[in-house]
């Protein structure tokens, strides 16, 4: 029985001798691969460069932004690309009734605002239907081909409603709002509730 004992202490004595050498080895293993780990070159990050913000207005916005005038109004048109200042000599007659007015010369720029805010419009019409912007009157250059395959350029008056209370009239035809309309010479133009009207001639 002693010895039974005996053997069973060494046999534990022996497995407790192992297992300490084993975590003993264990420990080793860890630690060298620990080192190993550090030896292990990093990989190099790649450079991350931040976007910086950009405040500048964008689409509509920019529009809006281009239109911004000095005084800190905005118009209600944009100046279409093809916009050309005319050469030929449009003028504007104005009449009330049989009463007729001094002619307004279209030169010298591609557009001419209309309505009744003193500080901005190109052609005041003072009457309370009119509004601050009412209408402009734009010159675009149009360009056609021929049969012959020449490409033609024409500077044409065009009249677009800035989206007015009360209307304007081409020869008694109320126009869409936002839309340009090609003005032929001749052409009676009205702005609201006004009884005056705006022959356009070309000499």
Not at 54 to 59: D, I, T, V
Not at 127 to 153: A, D, M, P, T, Y
Not at 174 to 202: H, N, T
Request: charged share 30%; hydrophobic share 30%; aromatic share 8%.
């Amino acid at each position: 029985m002693g010895k039974h004992k005996q053997r069973s202490s060494s046999s534990s004595s022996s497995n407790r001798k192992k297992h300490k050498k084993k975590h003993h080895h264990q420990k080793k293993e860890v630690k060298q691969e620990h080192v190993k780990k550090e030896e292990e070159p990093q990989p190099i990050q790649p450079e991350i460069i931040k976007e910086k913000p950009c405040f500048e207005a964008s689409g509509i916005l920019a529009q809006y932004a281009e239109n911004a005038l000095g005084n800190g109004k905005v118009l209600k048109f944009t100046i279409p690309f093809d916009a050309k200042i005319p050469t030929a000599n449009w003028q504007i007659f104005p009449f009330k009734g049989t009463q007729s007015y001094p002619s307004i010369s279209l030169k010298g720029k591609s557009v001419f605002l209309i309505g009744k805010d003193k500080e901005i419009v190109d052609i005041l019409v003072e009457n309370l239907s009119v509004s601050k912007q009412h209408c402009v009157i734009q010159f675009r250059e149009i360009k056609k081909v021929n049969g012959q395959g020449e490409v033609l350029s024409y500077i044409k008056p065009y009249a677009m409603d800035l989206e007015s209370t009360n209307g304007t009239y081409l020869n008694e035809q109320q126009l869409e709002p936002a839309r340009y309309y090609e003005l032929l010479e001749e052409d009676v133009l009205r702005f609201g509730k006004s009884d005056r009207e705006y022959v356009l001639i070309k000499s």
